[in-house]
């Protein structure tokens, strides 16, 4: 019944590995978004796709590419990885309205990622 | 540009007393204004939202107020119990050509002490 599903919830890699973080909704929502949450807790959005069409792109280093194979999920890829992007990563979804106007954001349980 | 202040950064109160934390925006057209909880190593939840033809918004202990002439807006949290400890995050909406962007502030921490 999990509505925002995240894999893996802990990712432990080192510097110049690249990961994947895959991202699931459930709940039939349109928009989907990453964020990063540092260690002082600033939710700082990186992506947003709206129908598998990316339409937030905040400036977040070409390290970072998202990928939407369907509206239902949102996958986040990152290439050579730094020390500085230990961080907890959340998926988030929304039903937005009329010219996607803002509602409710859905998140996912996060993927805490440590980079040694 | 799109900014959302908040303040403050932690907060401890009394179990039993009131808690209020305060957010303001940089866009006079912004619209949508969401409060979301987070617990210890949870996700951000939302406890309460308003959209700007609204001035207050009440549910059981928790109500927002809004005043877009000044362009801030506040969380009202009464009769706090211990289970209100958690960082609440406070957002306002930036309308693009062709949608909404909702920005987070940066967080209060609230203690609730019993």
């Known amino acids: 019944d999990t509505a925002v599903s995240q894999t893996p919830k802990y990712l432990v890699t080192q510097m110049g590995n690249d990961k994947s973080i895959k991202c699931e909704q459930n709940?039939?929502?349109?928009?989907m978004y990453w964020y990063k949450q540092d260690s002082k807790k600033f939710l700082k959005i990186m992506f947003s796709y709206n129908n598998k069409e990316l339409i937030i792109n905040e400036t977040v280093p070409n390290r970072f590419s998202p990928k939407s194979p369907d509206k239902a999920h949102l996958n986040l890829h990152i290439n050579s990885l730094e020390l500085g992007d230990s961080a907890v990563y959340f998926c988030?979804?929304?039903?937005?309205?009329?010219?996607?106007?803002?509602?409710?954001?859905?998140f996912g349980p996060g993927t805490r990622l440590t980079v040694t | 540009g799109e900014n959302v202040e908040q303040h403050p950064s932690t907060l401890s109160v009394q179990e039993g007393d009131s808690a209020v934390i305060k957010c303001t925006y940089s866009?006079?057209?912004?619209?949508?204004f969401p409060w979301y909880k987070q617990e210890l190593g949870k996700r951000p939840q939302l406890i309460i939202d308003?959209?700007?033809?609204?001035g207050e918004k009440k549910d059981q202990r928790i109500a927002v107020t809004l005043n877009k002439t000044a362009k801030h807006f506040s969380l009202h949290i009464t009769e706090t119990q211990p289970e209100d400890s958690a960082v609440y995050f406070c957002a306002a909406s930036f309308s693009k050509t062709s949608y909404d962007k909702v920005i987070f502030g940066p967080g209060t921490s609230l203690s609730v002490i019993p």
């Open positions: 709940l039939g929502h349109d928009t």
């Open positions: 866009d006079s057209a912004s619209n949508y």
């Open positions: 988030a979804s929304s039903q937005e309205g009329v010219l996607l106007s803002a509602y409710e954001q859905y």
């Open positions: 308003i959209r700007s033809n609204v």
